[in-house]
């Protein structure tokens, strides 16, 4: 990760702030299929969702994060922290987890890290929690943004399947951040009991990754208003002798 990008008491404190009820929500609903009891959150911020799992039952939680970060830093004292180079992640002790998760935090990691970082997470546990940003949504350093497409197929790779576990109970509740409404999938190792479980439940994993591209309204408009903007903007540089020929280009490259 770029180190130049500095994350300051404001940007943690924004982001506990609008994490922890979506942790909550998520996590409950997470619940009703799997307990895990052991965790490793990769890019763990302050440790708000480890947290939440300790609410939860949680016993033992591991975060990492940059050296920007810090053990005292957390939200909890009994949540350990590691610090880590998330563009080449490691940890010092070979253990198996319940869970291992990574939220909002691939996005700012060069693409050329993509592979390695999804190989790291799938080797921590049979079972991860994974979002990333959606291409072109937007935001602080977001250097990789991609389709959620892209990552599917890097953790199918590992053999590990895609649950599109939230999105259908959650889409629209504003009370979950909207990244995570966007962009949270939940990655299951085939070989896992999990899978079975989820399989008998009726959640069956997503046969075509192609919808998991599916853009949320919230920022289809957002980015459609900034579109606008920009546009009528140019447009009030444009003689109007010229208009109708900008009109005529216009809707031929729309074909």
Partial sequence: ?????????????????????????????????????????????????????????????????????????????????????????????????????????????????????????????DVVLFSAAFSNQGGDNHINEQLHSYWALKFLHFGFVPFDLFRPFFWGNSSVDFCYRQNTFLYVSTSSSLHNVLVQAGINPIDHIEFMNCVHPYLYLQRSSISSIVTRSIASLIPLSMMPFVRSLMRRLRR
């Fill in 1 to 125: 990760m770029n180190n130049s990008f500095l994350y300051d008491e404001f940007f943690y404190d924004d982001q506990v702030a609008r994490s922890y009820e979506s942790a909550n929500i998520y996590i409950f609903h997470l619940l009703k299929y799997f307990r895990p009891s052991s965790i490793i959150d990769v890019g763990c911020g302050r440790g708000t969702w480890l947290k939440a799992f300790e609410e939860h039952g949680a016993t033992r939680c591991v975060g990492l994060d940059g050296v920007w970060n810090s053990q005292k830093k957390m939200l909890s004292n009994t949540i350990k922290f590691y610090p880590t180079d998330l563009s080449q992640p490691s940890f010092p002790v070979d253990s198996d987890w319940d869970l291992a998760m990574s939220l909002e935090v691939a996005e700012h990691l060069p693409e050329s890290s993509s592979d390695n970082f999804v190989e790291f997470l799938t080797s921590l546990s």
